[in-house]
């Protein structure tokens, strides 16, 4: 009994526990595993990236790249605030309208996958939910608990609670520009032969700057071994943007100069916009040491000086894949100019498959791809002007060190020039003493590749004939093995073609007097030689030596032809300078090309894959001109630099460059052109109008000035000569030219101020009396002994008094008819008479050399300065006086 009494007292008080207690409960029963993660920091979406493990912080305003088709954890999140739960639901938003498309929802303790499929603008609404309530449930309830479990909730929990939409953008890895074409490749510049500063450290660790060089002593620095290996360890660190920009009288030189000396300066500002106005990302040059074959260039890579100031190799590969990789479009568009053409087409075939990972397209400018006629006259004679740099070297310094650049062979024409170009690159003329040995060799027009190798290398040993190392009118073999090397370069480079997904657009200049052909005859000079000379007549003779000039064409951009700028180009551009100078009053050649603004419009179309013929300047077919304008040539032979300048003040010549031992090349007059060959300087301008000439001397010796009339037809006929002018350091020449018609030249011979001489020409059909007493009074201001002088003066007015009062000797009569001078002078039997005496004055002139050359061996002669007979540049040049004299009779 008690102990049923026990028993329903303890049921009554357990079932009223139960009814007493609350009954609480968790607000989620969950029998599957969660992923529980920390909760953001900030507000936003984190979505990790499971290829990389990288989790990516997508906050409002930002832009994002992902791989599509990947799912990757994602967690929205809600920095600071007090709340249970996060909650975001993301929506994709119409290109056109502001319509909102569901993507997906999104937990804030939780991380759920997610894979992007859509590139374009997002928004992310997200919501905070408040922490659940905690609440007692009723009596009823508990007991149902007991009786069937726990089926009540012990939360209650308000609805989320809107907090903000932040707003973002996906843009997809694999094609960051979205649909094609729709942004830009980043840029890598690859200038041109000459375009990079060479600096060597000597002692001390102390940087010297050889090229572009101040000083003749800095030529040196550039020679090569045998073997193409360099003598001094040079680097390079930048390209050159004007010449002469680190000179201490830059301002001086620009005044003179203006943009005369300009190289890329004005393009690396083209590249600079396009990255400050984000139409690229980056852009960056590529300076090399240009003396090497350009596979080399690649292969090797360039000492570079790096910004901490040490020196190592930098090589083009590696520069290319870090330009690549911050390149909205993960490529790059490689611009070349010039020699960098062929750089870059090395650079690809060097890649081999790879290329196309890294190059979007290739643009090349002025571009030589298979060589260009004008760098034979540089390898064979050192002719004066650089190929790019602009400056006027000293040929003999030039052509020793040339002579063993891999580079230099590079620019020559190759097999491939042969196959596409129909003029021959060099002419013999075929009835002349030396250079009709050369036809005989190699044929009167070379238009083969065969004969231009045995020329270049002198398989028939004929360079000898025609003068010493230090001639530079005589070609000095090239090195045969290099000569292969460059052969086997461009037979690699002239058959690549651009691989798949690579464009190629090769853009030539046009319109610029361009060399295509070297031109060799047979001429004659005058030569005393010190060394053999004695008191006995003939001490100087008539050396023939082979002299070359140039036949150009309007097809190129003043280095490179055309043809071989495009090359085989499928897509190829010309730059017409022709209409652009005359319109814009700019004159735009090969050194200066990146400056010009349509070549950087077209560029930039190029870049932004738009269409190209937005400028006038710029055409896909080849310029036509209907007639080629009448011009002039005035050129200038021996020590002396010209200067032409137009009425408007533009000039075009060579002017010394202050602070240096160079001088740089104006080409300012409209329609004009600027060569040098050997110590020959050609300036060409429009035959209309009025032009003040000015020849300054830089040296001792003599000078010949002569004015000739291009037509159109390219027929060539002197109009003035006016030979044998002495010339010092000091000394000007100055003259005018009006249509065609030259005035007679004034010489400033001492720098003085005053007219010294004026001078008589000497073209044929001159007057010989003129000229006789024109020799007269060069003699006088020779400063010759007074003995010297007067025998000369003596003799020279007796054959003036002849050719003033001729007689006739053979019959005895005196002839007073003087209208029929002119008439007389062509009478053989005049002639007879005039010519012994000249003959008889020409060896007075060689035995007072001869006597001049003996005299200085004598110690007393030289200890107090004695002077007597004739130095060896009198002597030749009064003996060219004489046989000039000779041809006008």
């Known amino acids: 009994m008690r102990a049923r009494i026990f028993f329903y007292v303890s049921l009554v008080v357990l079932a009223g526990g139960i009814f007493v207690t609350p009954q609480i409960s968790h607000a989620l029963y969950v029998n599957t595993p969660v992923n529980f993660v920390s909760r953001l920091k900030y507000t936003g979406l984190s979505w990790t990236n499971p290829n990389i493990r990288i989790s990516i912080a997508m906050k409002d305003g930002g832009t994002y790249s992902v791989p599509f088709s990947i799912g990757g954890d994602t967690q929205a999140g809600i920095a600071g605030g007090n709340f249970f739960d996060v909650e975001g639901i993301l929506y994709h938003i119409s290109a056109t309208s502001s319509a909102r498309t569901f993507s997906a929802g999104f937990d804030g303790d939780i991380t759920v996958p997610f894979a992007w499929s859509q590139e374009g603008k997002y928004e992310l609404d997200l919501y905070k939910i408040p922490p659940p309530e905690l609440m007692i449930a009723p009596w009823w309830r508990r007991g149902l608990a007991f009786l069937i479990g726990k089926t009540a909730y012990a939360a209650d929990t308000e609805a989320p609670i809107f907090v903000k939409t932040i707003h973002f953008t996906i843009k997809d890895a694999d094609n960051p520009c979205g649909a094609p074409n729709s942004c830009t490749d980043n840029v890598l510049f690859i200038p041109g032969t000459e375009a990079s500063r060479l600096y060597y450290r000597g002692e001390f660790g102390l940087e010297h700057q050889v090229w572009e060089p101040d000083w003749h002593t800095d030529i040196p620095y550039l020679a090569m071994n045998s073997d193409g290996t360099s003598k001094y360890k040079l680097y390079t660190k930048d390209v050159i943007g004007k010449m002469e920009a680190h000179n201490p009288l830059e301002s001086t030189i620009a005044k003179i100069f203006k943009k005369d000396l300009e190289v890329y300066g004005k393009f690396e500002n083209f590249l600079n916009r396009l990255v400050a106005s984000s139409t690229i990302n980056a852009w960056k040059a590529y300076p090399y040491d240009w003396r090497y074959d350009v596979r080399d260039v690649v292969k090797n890579g360039t000492l570079t000086e790096l910004p901490d100031g040490s020196i190592k190799r930098v090589y083009l590969v590696n520069v290319l894949k870090r330009l690549a990789s911050t390149s909205k479009t993960k490529k790059v568009t ?478 005895g009569k005196t002839m007073h008819r003087m209208h029929k001078r002119v008439h007389v002078f062509r009478n053989k039997k005049i002639l007879l008479i005039l010519r012994p005496q000249l003959s008889s004055l020409t060896h007075f002139v060689e035995w007072q050399f001869g006597l001049s050359a003996k005299l200085s061996k004598l110690k007393m002669f030289n200890l107090f300065h004695m002077k007597g007979g004739l130095s060896e540049q009198q002597a030749e040049l009064i003996i060219n006086m004489i046989n000039q004299l000779k041809s006008l009779l």
């Open 334 to 811: 490689i611009v070349a100019h010039s020699n960098g053409g062929l750089v870059a087409k090395a650079l690809v075939q060097y890649l081999g498959a790879d290329a196309s990972k890294y190059i979007d397209r290739i643009i090349v400018v002025g571009t030589p791809q298979w060589g260009t006629p004008s760098s034979i006259g540089v390898m064979l004679h050192g002719d004066g002007e650089t190929m790019l740099g602009g400056l006027v070297m000293n040929g003999a310094e030039t052509r020793t060190i040339i002579d063993k650049l891999p580079d230099a062979y590079d620019l020559l024409p190759s097999r491939t020039y042969f196959a596409h170009v129909a003029d021959p690159v060099v002419v013999f003329k075929t009835d002349d003493s030396i250079s009709g040995k050369f036809a005989t060799q190699f044929g009167s027009v070379v238009t083969s590749f065969s004969n231009f190798s045995n020329f270049l290398e002198d398989s028939a040993g004929l360079d000898a004939q025609t003068g010493g190392s230090k001639n530079l009118y005589a070609p000095v073999p090239l090195s045969s093995s290099i000569l292969a090397k460059a052969s086997a370069t461009h037979f690699a480079l002239d058959k690549w073609t651009p691989p798949f997904g690579i464009s190629f657009t090769a853009i030539a200049g046009w319109g610029q007097d361009t060399v295509k052909t070297l031109l060799y005859t047979t001429k004659s000079k005058t030569v005393c030689n010190a060394l053999t000379a004695g008191p006995i007549p003939l001490q100087c003779e008539q050396v023939p030596y082979l002299e070359h000039t140039a036949t150009t064409t309007q097809d190129g951009d003043g280095t490179v032809v055309s043809p071989s700028a495009v090359g085989k180009a499928k897509d190829s551009l010309y730059f017409d300078t022709v209409t652009f100078k005359k319109q814009k009053r700019v004159v735009i050649v090969h050194r200066n090309l990146m400056a010009a603004y349509p070549i950087q419009n077209t560029i930039k179309d190029l870049l932004d894959n738009t269409p190209t013929n937005s400028e006038s300047y710029i055409q896909k077919a080849k310029p036509t001109s209907s007639t080629t304008p009448i011009k002039l040539r005035i050129s200038t032979h021996s020590p002396v630099n010209i200067v032409v300048t137009d009425s408007n003040g533009a000039q075009s010549g060579v002017l010394q460059i202050p602070g240096t031992d160079f001088s740089g090349i104006k080409r300012d007059i409209i329609g004009g052109s600027v060569h040098i060959f050997d110590d020959e300087e050609y300036v060409t301008v429009p035959k209309n109008g009025v032009y003040h000439i000015i020849v300054s001397g830089y040296a001792h010796g003599f000078a010949t000035i002569q004015v000739e009339t291009i037509k159109s037809d390219g027929g060539i006929t002197t109009s003035a000569l006016f030979a044998d002018i002495p010339t010092s350091a000091s000394s000007t020449v100055s003259f005018i030219e009006t249509n065609g018609v030259s005035s007679a030249p004034k010489v400033d011979i001492d720098g003085d101020g005053k007219t010294d001489l004026v001078v008589a020409s000497s073209v044929p059909g001159a007057d010989p009396l003129a000229y006789v007493r024109y020799m007269k009074n060069v003699i006088d201001k020779l400063g010759l002994q007074k003995s010297t002088q007067h025998s000369l003066d003596m003799r020279l007015s007796a054959i003036e008094h002849q050719i003033e009062f001729p007689r006739e000797w053979f019959n």
